[in-house]
């Protein structure tokens, strides 16, 4: 999924809201974001219950996978 700049504030809140709710899987495309903004989601991430989190950066912007 991609996450456009009007919802990421929604993301932040509940990333749980853009997976896949049966197998509890994220995986979500910021595009355009710099690299900086891959702890930052990380930490959020960690702080909301998921675990094995991943951030990766790609040409298009920041790639995050993450499970609960």
Do not use: H, N, Y
């Not at 991609?2 to 994220?26: E, H, K, N, Y």
């Not at 219950?49 to 499970?67: D, H, N, P, Q, W």
């Amino acid at each position: 999924m991609v996450v456009s700049r009007t919802l990421v504030a929604r993301w932040l809140a509940s990333p749980g809201q853009f997976g896949d709710c049966a197998t509890g899987m994220i995986a979500t495309l910021f595009p355009d974001c710099p690299a900086i903004g891959g702890p930052f989601l990380l930490f959020r991430l960690k702080r909301l219950g998921f675990s094995g989190a991943r951030v990766k950066v790609v040409k298009e912007g920041l790639l995050v996978c993450a499970s609960r």
